[in-house]
């Protein structure tokens, strides 16, 4: 049971959360648990919501991010994100188990999302102080300056619902995948 109520429904979060709700709800086809806890806020909502709906017109695809997505749920020990980025990347991203297994890991089958994803973690890890032989690594591996923004905002975006999931002990609405590394 979550520690912070929230709402159980888009009709009854605050007025001005409940349009941006509707539009998760379009999205993913229900308004998952995250996203009516953060729905308290409706300025925190339209935060979050803007944060990744603007990053996911960036340049890593779909794959990529949900991979990044599930190493840092792993690394953080977040049972709800895990499970969240688990059911997307498996049933939205076409994640293989083995794929997603590696990155909980830490690393990827694909050597290129292998770069992205290690490189993440140690953003993560590293609370941002990567050396610059992190730095070169993936960039070799081909991803461009923008890229590495965007590995690093996507880090930070995931961290930050690891952590309103953690503090609020968010019930998990998804296939159970218990992180590994929870606290």
Do not use: W
């Not at 890991?105 to 050597?111: E, H, N």
């Not at 081909?142 to 961290?159: F, K, W």
């Not at 953690?166 to 159970?176: G, L, S, W």
């Amino acid at each position: 049971m979550s520690r912070i109520n929230f709402p159980a429904s888009v009709e009854t979060a605050p007025a001005a959360s409940q349009p941006l709700l509707e539009g998760v709800k379009a999205r993913l086809g229900s308004a998952p648990n995250l996203f009516r806890l953060v729905a308290l806020s409706p300025a925190a909502l339209e935060g979050y919501l803007g944060l990744s709906g603007a990053l996911g017109k960036g340049s890593l695809d779909a794959r990529t991010r949900e991979r990044i997505a599930l190493a840092v749920a792993e690394y953080n020990g977040c049972g709800y994100c895990t499970s969240a980025h688990s059911f997307i990347g498996k049933n939205m991203a076409g994640l293989t188990d083995g794929e997603i297994a590696a990155n909980r890991d830490g690393t990827s089958t694909d050597a290129k999302a292998a770069a992205a994803v290690e490189f993440a973690t140690k953003v993560v890890d590293r609370r941002g102080h990567v050396s610059d032989a992190d730095l070169a690594a993936v960039k070799l591996a081909g991803y461009s300056d923008a890229d590495v923004i965007e590995i690093v905002l996507h880090v930070a975006l995931n961290t930050l619902t690891n952590y309103v999931n953690e503090v609020a002990q968010t019930t998990i609405d998804f296939p159970v995948a218990r992180a590994r590394n929870a606290a």
